[in-house]
């Protein structure tokens, strides 16, 4: 393979005693590059693109040759400095205080777009949008490029931390593509971020801390940043990601290092090349919901052996756990949560894990219960035949929030059906109605009521 494609992949490499890889690492960093006593003018984004955040050649072709800082400006202790510098050449991704894990190459490679359109510096090509460019569209395009007609991964995984209060070590799930998740979330940010900065030049340190909160997750509830993939949807579609990743092709195709990838390709191919990466992206990561892993929250391993469930399966039942009764609205609270539920459904009930397929958090995600394929234990005689949802807290007196609802109602659910692990002409329940009991609770029971597939 190709050296600067090796450079995006490689995230997991030994910590030391450096600062957690912790977004607040990060944003530390940012407040003080921004103290007025620092004395420098330079930004975390100048720094990001010297230490070789925009390293491939669709980026240079965008925003031009690196800027050379040889050493750290002094507003960083030595620590800061390695870490940064680690981050961006080799193992690139932080944990951020929602739960979701991400690249800051695009991260910061769509900050530096950002403040160059509010006037700070040069972009170097026209025929793409810079800000797409630098963040996804040359990754999507190569990844999708290089993996045609092999069956090698376009896209994910997804991958755990050693230690989410102290995140040293990340390792992904599987196989790696040039797309894993974390360079995933790290490109809608920096779309998101980048566009926002572009309109409103603020201090990169608030807009950080607003957009993702701080420690574990704010007490006030969902940040922004759970709402990436909607709102990056909102600004990539319909149409405009695949166009973006043609043009970048398209550039590509022109410039020296990759002239090659592209010589056996058509026009026809190209096109074709890009409708699918744009189309594969925005299934995995705009319409279907972030599902937490197993190995995030903390979970103990199954006991004994899980049975397989035959797919796809024709139903859906509803919960909600009741206790906890409160929402959680924090990774933090609903990570304690889920191992809470772990716990009690196997040393108190005798399971052998915890019951539900899949636990849905008023924080934006939905955590990883038995999962896709396991059968489960939350529907008495029927564990077999549905996935069991089980949203966190008490609603008998009032629904979940809207968002929280949409979630598995215009996320989850369709998402399973295109993946073909559900019916498309699944049915939803409520727990009630399949045993003695009032879960879902009367509110959320009224709601589900409402829902496509209600019987
Ligand atoms: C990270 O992983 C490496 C290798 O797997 C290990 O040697 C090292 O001790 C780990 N670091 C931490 C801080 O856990
Ligand atoms: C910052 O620069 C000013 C003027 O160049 C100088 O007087 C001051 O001592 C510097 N402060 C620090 C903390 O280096
Ligand atoms: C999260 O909370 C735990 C326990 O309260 C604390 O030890 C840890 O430092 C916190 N993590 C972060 C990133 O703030
Ligand atoms: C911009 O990219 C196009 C390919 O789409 C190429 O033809 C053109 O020469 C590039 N312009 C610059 C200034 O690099
Ligand atoms: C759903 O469709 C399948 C065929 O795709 C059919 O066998 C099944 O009976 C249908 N189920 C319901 C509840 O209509």
Redesign the pocket.
Same mark, same amino acid.
């Given at each position: 393979m190709i050296p600067w494609l090796l450079a995006a992949l490689s995230l997991c490499t030994p910590g030391t005693g450096l600062p957690p890889r912790h977004m607040d690492s990060i944003i530390r960093m940012v407040e003080a590059l921004e103290s007025p006593h620092a004395n420098v003018t330079v930004t975390i984004a100048d720094l990001a693109l010297a230490l070789g955040g925009c390293s491939t050649p669709g980026c240079r072709?965008v925003l031009g040759e690196p800027p050379h800082i040889p050493t750290a400006p002094p507003a960083l202790n030595p620590d800061q400095w390695q870490l940064l510098t680690r981050l961006l050449h080799r193992d690139g991704a932080v944990l951020a205080p929602d739960g979701s894990t991400v690249a800051l190459g695009p991260l910061l490679a769509g900050i530096a777009v950002g403040l160059r359109r509010a006037g700070e510096g040069p972009i170097?090509?026209?025929? /793409?949008d810079p800000l797409f460019a630098v963040t996804i569209a040359e990754a999507l395009g190569t990844s999708f490029l290089t993996a045609r007609g092999g069956d090698g991964a376009t896209l994910g995984p997804g991958g755990c931390w050693d230690d989410v209060d102290d995140p040293q070590n990340y390792t992904l799930l599987g196989p790696p593509s040039l797309v894993p998740d974390a360079v995933a979330n790290g490109a809608m940010d920096g779309v998101l971020l980048g566009n926002r900065l572009a309109g409103d030049p603020i201090r990169l340190a608030k807009l950080l801390r607003d957009y993702y909160g701080t420690g574990n997750g704010t007490k006030e509830g969902r940040p922004p940043s759970s709402y990436r993939r909607r709102d990056f949807g909102v600004l990539a579609g319909p149409g405009k990601l695949e166009e973006e990743v043609l043009?970048m092709l398209?550039?590509l195709? /022109?410039l020296p290092p990759t002239r090659e990838l592209l010589e056996d390709v058509g026009a026809e191919e190209e096109v074709a090349i890009a409708r699918r990466a744009a189309r594969d992206f925005t299934e995995r990561y705009v319409e279907c919901p972030a599902i937490v892993p197993r190995c995030m929250w903390g979970a103990r391993p199954y006991r004994g052996t899980p049975k397989p469930l035959s797919l796809p399966l024709g139903s859906v039942y509803i919960h909600h756990t009741f206790s906890p009764g409160a929402p959680c609205r924090s990774f933090a609270a609903c990570a304690r949560a889920m191992r809470a539920m772990q716990r009690f459904h196997q040393d108190t009930r005798g399971w052998d894990d915890i019951g539900y397929s899949f636990v849905v958090g008023s924080d934006g995600y939905v955590y990883q219960g038995r999962g896709w394929h396991w059968v489960g234990a939350h529907t008495k005689g029927y564990n077999s035949r549905g996935y069991g949802v089980g949203y966190i807290g008490d609603f008998s007196a009032a629904p979940p929030d809207a968002d929280t609802i949409a979630l598995v109602r215009d996320e989850l659910l369709p998402c399973a059906v295109r993946a073909g692990r559900l019916r498309h002409n699944y049915t939803v329940r409520g727990h009630r109605q399949m045993g003695h009991t009032d879960c879902p609770g009367e509110s959320l029971f009224r709601e589900i009521e409402t829902w496509r597939g209600f019987v």
């Open positions: 072709a170097l090509n026209a025929s /793409v043009a398209r550039v195709r /022109v």
